[in-house]
């Protein structure tokens, strides 16, 4: 699996080889073809582990880098509008203006205060999220993440909120790419804690 391989490589750049074989094992039985069972309980194993091996602030670290990489043609238009513009707003205007997810912005309708933007997920499957009658199927329709869905399917198998740092990644990878700058992301809410949606603050940096 392409993800299982990032967090490998992930775990040598920030924690090293050895404490990477601790966590990683059993990694080589998971394939993309292994049953949601085994992926949903092989993640779980292994986040514990990283519980037990790793601060918090190295987990983060970890978990964004192996993030799906924003797409670059995504990020092309939005880059050039803040060259032209050098405003922040005139970008959040271009991705408000975007219908190409289902009809809905691709870009989930950011918001800025100050410094921070914030954005919610948009349910991947909205449609079908808006059926759902009870609490499991409702976070399967929502959630973005095949690991997390596979996780939602197993009784008695949990995943730490923590996770959902891979998915920060996503955010950095964007704002990254628009600014040609480093900024921060935090989880604020995420289906994992049972919260109702998954929400992130961007930290823009203080210079803009």
Known sequence: MQWIKKFSQSLDQYIGVEIRKKIMQGAEEIKSSSSGKK???WIHNTLEKLDDLIDEETQKKVLISCSHVF???RIKPLKIKY???????A??????????????????????????????????????????????????NYCHCGLVKA??????????SNF???????YKTLWEGILSKSV??????SIIRDD?????????PSEL
């Open 39 to 41: 992926k949903a309980e």
């Open 71 to 73: 797409p670059k043609t």
């Open 83 to 89: 060259k032209e513009t050098g405003n922040i707003d």
């Open 91 to 140: 970008v959040l205007e271009l991705m408000h203006e975007d219908r190409s997810w289902g009809d809905l912005s691709y870009y989930e309708y950011p918001i800025r205060e100050g410094n921070v933007i914030y954005v919610t997920k948009i349910p991947f499957n909205p449609k079908k999220y808006e059926e759902s009658t009870n609490e499991i199927e409702k976070k399967f």
């Open 151 to 160: 996780s939602l399917k197993v009784p008695n198998v949990s995943i730490s």
């Open 164 to 170: 959902c740092y891979c998915g920060a990644g996503w």
């Open 184 to 189: 921060k992301v935090e989880v604020l809410e």
């Open 196 to 204: 109702n949606s998954c929400k992130f603050a961007i930290y823009l």
